[in-house]
Nanobody
Framework: QLPLVESGGGLVQPGGSLTLSCAPSGLYTLEYYAIGWIREAPGKEREGVSCVSPSGSTTEYAESAKGRFTISRDNIKNTVYLQMNNLEPEDTAVYYC??????????????????WGRGTQVTVTS
């Protein structure tokens, strides 16, 4: 299990932006891990939002995130980011980052990850 910590959630108005961060706690490296962002809204199933491969060369997005969200990673800072623009009330959810060892150019957008953070709340409301 890789201990992950998310940050950057908060309250934002529709059309606003937030950047979520995901980093391991302690002396762990994300170097060999694909990272996914998965969200869970009240009363709904967990939904994969985006993922990035260990090398950063491959990214995937759910249809709901395409054109608005950007995932990136900085392997020197050992951190993965999710830039979210033009947020909508439907984006309100707890956002989790999750990790899984995968090939350097692979990632999966479904919630099939082995290590999870505790989540950060994103609330979009006027």
């Amino acid at each position: 299990q890789l201990p992950l910590v998310e940050s950057g959630g908060g309250l934002v108005q529709p059309g606003g932006s937030l950047t979520l961060s995901c980093a391991p706690s302690g002396l762990y490296t994300l170097e060999y891990y694909a990272i996914g962002w998965i969200r869970e809204a009240p009363g709904k199933e967990r939904e994969g939002v985006s993922c990035v491969s260990p090398s950063g060369s491959t990214t995937e997005y759910a249809e709901s995130a395409k054109g608005r969200f950007t995932i990136s990673r900085d392997n020197i800072k050992n951190t993965v980011y999710l830039q979210m623009n033009n947020l909508e009330p439907e984006d309100t959810a707890v956002y989790y980052c999750a990790a899984r060892i995968m090939a350097q150019n692979a990632c999966i957008i479904s919630p099939e990850y082995s290590s999870w953070g505790r989540g950060t709340q994103v609330t979009v409301t006027s």
